[in-house]
């Protein structure tokens, strides 16, 4: 997976990283973006227990879960990217406040249809899944407007990977310190891209 520059880098990264994770959570209570901070340390620990996944795939030469693995990381890394970038710019909790709520939400609407989907081939009934359905299977929900499911999913939306894209490269302020960054995240779509083939 990596050379030993590269792994070096990672190894100094790492040590670095752990010599002030004590810091980073004692600054997690008293940041102004406490949201951000949270997201950005469960993001880390996600993609650092992928990466020990794929050197185990490595270690196994089983290449295509490598892949597969590699795809996951790449989707990580730039969703962390995009909110760090966003609260960077914005100075504010917003973007990591979506991502927990809004985002979390949309995932399980999109659940929520595909069970009922599932039910109605089941029963062989079709045009099963409906907002209306699901609030019917789950009264809880019975109050919520068409247009609030739609606000979820809208702003749910802004994490897919090709709107990230288009917000780095253009969205973001060209004078950005790290606009060359945005940039070379490009790369990585189109390598998310590749490696989609196989998840199918």
């Not at 710019?89 to 809004?102: G, H, P, R, T, W």
């Not at 999109?110 to 019917?136: A, C, H, P, W």
């Not at 802004?158 to 253009?170: A, C, T």
Request: hydrophobic content about 40%; overall charge neutral; charged content about 25%.
């Amino acid at each position: 997976i990596m050379d030993n520059s590269i792994q070096n880098r990672y190894n100094f990264i790492t040590n670095l990283f752990q010599e002030n994770l004590i810091y980073i959570n004692e600054y997690e209570a008293k940041s102004k973006f406490p949201l951000t901070v949270k997201v950005l340390m469960r993001f880390s620990d996600k993609i650092d227990s992928i990466r020990e996944g794929l050197v185990m795939a490595e270690s196994k030469q089983n290449f295509y879960l490598s892949q597969i693995l590699l795809r996951t990381l790449i989707e990580h890394l730039l969703v962390a990217y995009f909110i760090w970038t966003k609260n960077r710019l914005d100075k504010k909790d917003d973007i990591a406040s979506v991502y927990f709520l809004e985002y979390y939400l949309s995932e399980c609407f999109k659940q929520m249809n595909y069970d009922l989907g599932v039910e109605g081939i089941i029963q062989n009934i079709s045009n099963v899944n409906t907002f209306e359905n699901i609030k019917r299977k789950y009264p809880g929900l019975k109050e919520m407007e068409d247009t609030q499911l739609t606000d979820i999913h809208t702003k749910a939306n802004q994490f897919d990977i090709r709107k990230i894209g288009n917000y780095l490269v253009n969205e973001c302020p060209k004078e950005d310190i790290f606009a060359n960054i945005h940039k070379v995240m490009l790369g990585f779509l189109n390598k998310y891209n590749q490696l989609s083939s196989y998840i199918h």
